[in-house]
């Protein structure tokens, strides 16, 4: 019977069945050949510093894949900033990891393509919550993905709530636009009525005020309806019907404020990357960010062979030899041959050692590293 989703299994994953074909034919024709050489092989995205920084993400994932393998590998932390060279170095037989090249590569271009937008995002309004509200724009199969790159990059919470199982973090959310058309029409009163006698305690009160009617009209409303019980509100109005956004949360904060409703926050969600995190961070305490972190671009890394049986080797336009990279003491990124002096803090650290794991894996630890690594660098 076939599978009822089209989902590659973990298992095949592990297996190295994720993999594409001209690694099967390559296996196939180095086991006719009888060769299996002693390689190492680095994943990059450029070759030298560019003074474009991004988050390394997906490592986690990346090192179960290569757990068992007959290799030794190193690489940065999760959450460390990279910028040029080498993210990555595995040593070993070829043949012991040649299979697992697509999948390593998936795991670590998505999430770190992921991580770098959330980050930006959250350098853009640093002092504002943020939940990530991208799962849905993405298979589901990798919700959790998303919403640890969210994090990762300094997000507070997330909405989905597998992932939320996964991850042992709750998910957040109040309502949906749903919701309150379901009880119809000028009926909002009554939505946002249910839901605070329905939902626990420990859910925030937060109205979405912008179904049918004017957004001030909607939040003043909520506000009456649900009295000292009501925490923030959230405009989620559709991007064609949005007009001046910034003008729209001015007015809903003011209208608040001239009623004694200080207490009430107010949350925006819909469309936003971080020009619009610039423009309305001054005067919304909230977002819901989505597609900019689910649909961000991926890192495009490359595996290569630098050195084969002890000795630099490379296509063209790539580096030969193994080697390190450095965090100089002003935030630079400093590439240079292992082995070699180099001023700075040396970043590519061992992860496996004879095909077992050497490292664990503290998500917050990752995110208060990629906070302080930007700080360093000076990312925006």
Same mark, same amino acid.
């Given at each position: 019977?076939?599978?009822?989703?089209?989902?590659?299994?973990?298992?095949?994953?592990?297996?190295?069945?994720?993999?594409?074909?001209?690694?099967?034919? !390559?296996?196939?024709?180095?086991?006719?050949?009888?060769?299996?050489?002693?390689?190492?092989?680095?994943?990059?995205?450029?070759?030298?510093? +560019?003074?474009?920084?991004?988050?390394?993400?997906?490592?986690?994932?990346?090192?179960?894949?290569?757990?068992?393998?007959?290799?030794?590998?190193?690489?940065?932390?999760?959450?460390?900033?990279?910028?040029?060279?080498?993210?990555?170095?595995?040593?070993?037989?070829?043949?012991?990891?040649?299979?697992?090249?697509?999948?390593?590569?998936?795991?670590?271009?998505?999430?770190?393509?992921?991580? +770098?937008?959330?980050?930006?995002?959250?350098?853009?309004?640093?002092?504002?919550?943020?939940?990530?509200?991208?799962?849905?724009?993405?298979?589901?199969?990798?919700?959790?993905?998303?919403?640890?790159?969210?994090?990762?990059?300094?997000?507070?919470?997330?909405?989905?709530?597998?992932?939320?199982?996964?991850?042992?973090?709750?998910?957040?959310? +109040?309502?949906?636009?749903?919701?309150?058309?379901?009880?119809?029409?000028?009926?909002?009163?009554?939505?946002?009525?249910?839901?605070?006698?329905?939902?626990?305690?420990?859910?925030?009160?937060?109205?979405?005020?912008?179904?049918?009617?004017?957004?001030?009209?909607?939040?003043?409303?909520?506000?009456?309806?649900?009295?000292?019980?009501?925490?923030?509100?959230?405009?989620?109005?559709?991007?064609?019907?949005?007009?001046?956004?910034?003008?729209?949360?001015?007015?809903?904060?003011?209208?608040?404020?001239?009623?004694?409703?200080?207490?009430?926050?107010?949350?925006?969600?819909?469309?936003?990357?971080?020009?619009?995190?610039?423009?309305?961070?001054?005067?919304?305490?909230?977002?819901?960010?989505?597609?900019?972190?689910?649909?961000?671009?991926?890192?495009?890394?490359?595996?290569?062979?630098?050195?084969?049986?002890?000795?630099?080797?490379?296509?063209?336009?790539?580096?030969?030899?193994?080697?390190?990279?450095?965090? !100089?003491?002003?935030?630079?990124?400093?590439?240079?041959?292992?082995? +070699?002096?180099?001023?700075?803090?040396?970043?590519?650290?061992?992860?496996?050692?004879?095909?077992?794991?050497?490292?664990?894996?503290?998500?917050?630890?990752? !995110?208060?590293?990629?906070?302080?690594?930007?700080?360093?660098?000076?990312?925006?």
């Amino acid at each position: 019977m076939p599978e009822p989703f089209d989902i590659v299994t973990p298992e095949t994953i592990r297996e190295g069945r994720a993999t594409d074909a001209y690694f099967e034919r !390559t296996v196939e024709t180095l086991d006719h050949a009888g060769k299996n050489p002693h390689v190492v092989a680095e994943v990059t995205a450029d070759q030298f510093p +560019t003074g474009e920084f991004e988050v390394f993400a997906g490592i986690a994932d990346a090192a179960r894949l290569l757990d068992g393998c007959d290799v030794a590998v190193d690489a940065l932390r999760e959450g460390q900033l990279f910028d040029g060279g080498p993210v990555m170095s595995i040593e070993g037989p070829y043949l012991d990891f040649a299979r697992l090249e697509t999948a390593l590569l998936g795991f670590l271009s998505q999430a770190s393509g992921m991580a +770098t937008n959330a980050l930006r995002a959250r350098r853009t309004a640093p002092d504002a919550s943020l939940l990530s509200f991208g799962a849905r724009h993405v298979h589901p199969s990798i919700a959790a993905v998303v919403e640890r790159s969210a994090l990762l990059g300094g997000f507070d919470g997330f909405s989905h709530v597998a992932a939320g199982e996964l991850l042992g973090r709750e998910a957040s959310g +109040t309502m949906p636009h749903a919701l309150v058309i379901a009880f119809g029409k000028g009926n909002q009163e009554a939505a946002w009525t249910a839901f605070d006698e329905a939902v626990a305690d420990s859910v925030p009160r937060i109205t979405l005020c912008d179904t049918y009617s004017d957004e001030v009209d909607e939040v003043l409303r909520a506000a009456d309806a649900l009295g000292e019980n009501l925490d923030s509100v959230r405009i989620d109005t559709t991007s064609s019907r949005r007009g001046d956004i910034r003008h729209i949360i001015r007015e809903v904060r003011w209208e608040l404020d001239a009623r004694g409703r200080e207490d009430v926050e107010v949350f925006v969600s819909g469309g936003l990357d971080p020009d619009s995190l610039r423009d309305l961070r001054d005067i919304a305490a909230g977002f819901g960010v989505g597609g900019y972190v689910s649909n961000a671009d991926p890192v495009d890394f490359a595996l290569d062979i630098v050195a084969i049986d002890g000795e630099p080797a490379a296509k063209r336009g790539k580096l030969s030899g193994k080697k390190q990279v450095y965090r !100089t003491d002003d935030g630079g990124h400093h590439v240079a041959l292992a082995g +070699t002096e180099s001023a700075g803090e040396p970043l590519l650290e061992p992860l496996l050692r004879d095909g077992e794991l050497v490292r664990e894996f503290d998500l917050d630890a990752a !995110t208060d590293r990629a906070r302080t690594d930007a700080a360093a660098v000076d990312f925006a």
